[in-house]
């Protein structure tokens, strides 16, 4: 079965590092997805990792290590603005001719002055 | 307007009507997916649409749900008899591909069955 796991939610204080993790059981991998949503709007994409290690964007980095099943997406110098749900995705191979992503419940982050 | 829009923005009926849902993708975009987005969950894939050919229709719940996509342009998401468990906000979202490494989500439809 397909089994993506992220925490419900976090709190962290503007200005610190908040890391988000998600862990994945899938009977295939075909790339790891992070989206960013604000509540009311529509999902943004923020990352994608195929293989291992880190991706550096700006103030947001996602890691992947493909045999723990195991990504994070990483925010350095929080604002409020990222305030928001960050949802892990992992698109598997049997999906790979669709490209139809399989989402965790997601986490929804709370930056705090 | 270069995003993927959704109408309507919101749509309350009673249980056992018909809604349709309708999605205009960005222009060029020859993939095309609905996700389901029930509160406090993430998203459930229902179905892909990649140019003329067959779609996945693999994430439709039951026979209620139903979808259409002119070549590759405007899709409509039907269910017909809503119940509700069908609660829900739908979003719509197209790439360039299946391979398109993103999906670009419209602003969704936030259904209220009562």
């Known amino acids: 079965g397909q089994n993506i796991d992220q925490p419900t939610e976090m709190t962290a204080t503007e200005g610190a590092i908040v890391q988000i993790n998600c862990t994945y059981q899938?009977?295939?991998?075909?790339?790891l997805f992070w989206y960013q949503q604000h509540a009311g709007e529509a999902p943004t994409f923020l990352s994608y990792?195929?293989?291992?290690g880190l991706e550096e964007k700006g103030r947001f980095s996602s890691f992947l290590s493909r045999s723990k099943g195991y990504s994070y997406l990483l925010l350095k110098e929080l604002q409020m603005k990222d305030s928001a749900s960050y949802l892990c995705?992992?698109?598997?191979?049997?999906?790979?001719?669709?490209?139809?992503?399989?989402f965790g419940q997601g986490t929804t982050l709370q930056v705090k002055p | 307007g270069a995003g993927v829009s959704q109408s309507p923005s919101n749509k309350v009926t009673e249980k056992g009507k018909d809604v349709e849902l309708r999605c205009d993708p960005i222009?060029?975009?020859?993939?095309l997916y609905w996700y389901r987005q029930r509160l406090g969950q993430g998203l459930e894939f229902l179905i892909y649409?990649?140019?003329?050919?067959?779609?996945?229709k693999s994430g439709l719940p039951s026979d209620r749900f139903s979808a259409e996509r002119t070549g590759e342009s405007v899709s409509t998401l039907t269910i017909q008899r809503t119940q509700q468990e069908d609660s829900a906000v739908y979003l719509c979202?197209?790439?360039?591909?299946?391979?398109?490494?993103?999906?670009?989500f419209g602003p969704g439809t936030r259904l209220t069955v009562l």
């Open positions: 649409f990649q140019g003329n050919s067959a779609p996945d």
């Open positions: 222009s060029g975009h020859t993939a």
């Open positions: 995705a992992v698109r598997d191979l049997d999906s790979s001719n669709t490209g139809k992503l399989i």
């Open positions: 979202a197209s790439s360039l591909g299946a391979g398109a490494v993103e999906q670009f």
């Open positions: 899938t009977s295939g991998f075909n790339g």
């Open positions: 990792n195929v293989l291992d």
